[in-house]
């Protein structure tokens, strides 16, 4: 898949990327490599590691000293991140208690790895970097990246083309297609989203990768820019704030999405590939570890159910009667196909969004 592109962004725009990291190093420094042949030369990668314990703040150390390998499951996904990169890549570890105190002089170096001594969950890991980004001035953009993906080349040159475009956009997604199908799309940028049910579903999804789209049409149907792949300005930043940490995992983007309304539009850069594992980097690797199946679910009945929830009545109250038909139907269809696991789950995550509970996901981990 090849992208032409004459425009590249201007030499002095410093652009950051963050990377949040849980207990998937493989997955991380794949995306690395190929983060590091990106068509733009002024970036720095922060990976922001949420208390890993498989030692991968270790792991990717190595990698960068240039004693370990990336490796690709797909071989048609291999070019993207081989031959390795020039090593080694100079590094510094921050602590997270250290992120609002930054030592570093500036553009020293292009690998920053911050360590978290617990696990902040998605939003939480990602604003242990934007706290960081934010006591510097050198920036116009961030570019928050799933640790789960693997970027063409031209990724961050064409989402910052589209975002330099239209000075009202303050947040942009990607062309998201599947790491296990390159040529099929997951998303076209993000989701719609209907406040009246909580319901959401991804723009293009499924649609082969050489159809032609249309990026307008696209962009006013956006109700959320898909995490896996979100470019926000310094402006957006500034203005809107960081992600909302309640939530832990999901509902994150809409969140933003929402607060921004008034304030900023959200864009589409179709030129811009990101292909995408979905669900790794939140723990769908466990599938292979996890004997009933069913149980992989867990996570995501229990913050999909407990984050819709707590989403409707903090912005749309008056809509809450009709998103809990929409749990119900869940929770009943679960109940019918006899699994009481992720019955149990739903139920429970009905009972956080009113309680506040946290589902911790490395209690769901198993022995190998």
């Given at each position: 898949?090849?992208?032409d592109?004459?425009?590249k962004?201007?030499?002095?725009l410093q ?8 207990n998937?190093?493989?997955?991380t420094i794949?995306?690395?490599e190929?983060l590091?042949?990106?068509h733009?030369d002024?970036f720095?990668?922060?990976?922001c590691?949420?208390a890993?314990?498989d030692s991968?703040?270790?792991q990717?150390m ?5 004693d ?7 071989e048609?996904?291999?070019?993207y ?5 020039a090593k080694p890549?100079?590094f510094i ?8 105190e930054?030592?570093l002089?500036a ?5 920053i790895l ?8 998605f939003a939480g ?13 050198d920036?116009e953009?961030?570019w928050l990246?799933n640790?789960?993906?693997?970027v063409?080349p031209?990724?961050?040159a064409?989402?910052i083309?589209r ?19 390159p040529h099929v799309?997951q998303a076209?940028?993000?989701s719609t989203?209907?406040?009246l049910?909580g ?11 050489s159809?032609r789209?249309d990026?307008?049409k ?10 896996a ?7 957006f930043?500034d203005s809107?704030?960081?992600m909302?940490e309640d939530?832990?995992?999901?509902q ?5 999405a929402?607060r921004a309304?008034?304030?900023f539009s ?10 995408h594992?979905q669900?790794?980097s939140m723990?769908g690797k ?10 992989s679910?867990i996570?995501?009945?229990f913050?999909?159910i407990r ?7 903090r912005?749309?109250?008056q809509?809450l ?5 929409t749990?119900a139907?869940?929770l ?5 196909a006899?699994?009481?696991k ?5 139920i429970?995550?009905v009972?956080?969004a009113?309680s506040g509970e ?6 769901l981990?198993?022995p190998?």
């Amino acid at each position: 898949m090849r992208i032409d592109s004459d425009m590249k962004p201007s030499a002095d725009l410093q652009t950051y990327i963050v990377i949040v990291n849980w207990n998937g190093w493989r997955d991380t420094i794949e995306c690395l490599e190929s983060l590091f042949r990106l068509h733009h030369d002024n970036f720095t990668v922060i990976v922001c590691d949420n208390a890993s314990c498989d030692s991968s703040l270790e792991q990717i150390m190595e990698w960068a000293k240039g004693d370990r390998l990336a490796s690709s499951v797909s071989e048609e996904m291999r070019a993207y991140a081989y031959p390795p990169v020039a090593k080694p890549i100079p590094f510094i570890v921050l602590e997270a208690n250290h992120v609002d105190e930054p030592r570093l002089s500036a553009n020293c170096e292009r690998l920053i790895l911050i360590r978290s001594k617990q696990n902040l969950g998605f939003a939480g890991g990602n604003n242990l970097g934007l706290r960081f980004i934010l006591h510097r001035k050198d920036h116009e953009y961030v570019w928050l990246l799933n640790n789960d993906t693997v970027v063409h080349p031209d990724a961050l040159a064409e989402i910052i083309r589209r975002a330099q475009e239209d000075p009202r956009i303050g947040i942009c997604g990607s062309k998201l297609c599947f790491y296990s199908a390159p040529h099929v799309v997951q998303a076209y940028g993000g989701s719609t989203y209907s406040p009246l049910t909580g319901r959401n579903r991804h723009i293009g999804a499924l649609k082969p990768v050489s159809e032609r789209e249309d990026r307008d049409k696209i962009e006013q149907q956006l109700g959320y820019i898909v995490g896996a792949s979100m470019l926000v300005s310094r402006r957006f930043l500034d203005s809107v704030g960081l992600m909302n940490e309640d939530y832990f995992l999901y509902q994150e983007e809409i969140d933003w999405a929402t607060r921004a309304k008034g304030k900023f539009s959200q864009g589409y850069a179709p030129g811009s590939i990101v292909f995408h594992k979905q669900g790794n980097s939140m723990g769908g690797k466990w599938l292979t570890r996890w004997s009933e199946p069913e149980e992989s679910f867990i996570l995501s009945d229990f913050y999909g159910i407990r984050n819709q929830i707590r989403f409707t009545r903090r912005y749309y109250p008056q809509y809450l009667p009709m998103v809990a038909v929409t749990v119900a139907w869940r929770l009943l269809k679960r109940v019918v196909a006899g699994k009481r696991k992720r019955v149990r789950s739903v139920i429970r995550g009905v009972s956080s969004a009113f309680s506040g509970e946290l589902l911790d996901p490395a209690s769901l981990q198993r022995p190998k």
